[in-house]
């Protein structure tokens, strides 16, 4: 059992041996592609959100998306969660597959770690970050 020190000075145990068994639950997949969208055009009626997205993601690269409020970033991610019905309308590859060839949302959510604001704001106030990536493997 390791002791770190969260917010607000909170000592928080960390137990390393089941953290250890749960980064080594699964093996780990290899992808090419974990995510390729092309001319990517979400809109809602008149408004437009999001115009002609062109991105690849390769597996181990690290990405920040920023921006207003507004700017699509939730939309973009809602693509990605497999959690947006407008996926089905374009040209959207997640982890290899093309979206809407077989996949269940289920089979997306199984290969990603994501904290939408309203799960986050029912995760009590002390939890850490490693509470909360945790909570994921359960």
Known sequence: MKKIYAAYNRPVE???TLLEKLLNYRKHESFDMII???EVTIKYGDRVILS???WTVKQGEKWVLSGANGAGKSTLLS???GDHPQAYANDIILFDK???TGES???IKNLTGF???ELFQ???TYSSCLHVVESGFF
Do not use: C
Request: avoid cysteine.
């Open 36 to 38: 390729g969208m092309k």
């Open 14 to 16: 960390i137990d390393t």
């Open 79 to 81: 693509l990605i969660t």
């Open 115 to 117: 904290v939408s604001p």
């Open 105 to 107: 949302i289920w089979d």
């Open 122 to 124: 029912y995760f009590p």
């Open 52 to 54: 002609n997205i062109n």
């Open 98 to 100: 093309k979206r809407g």
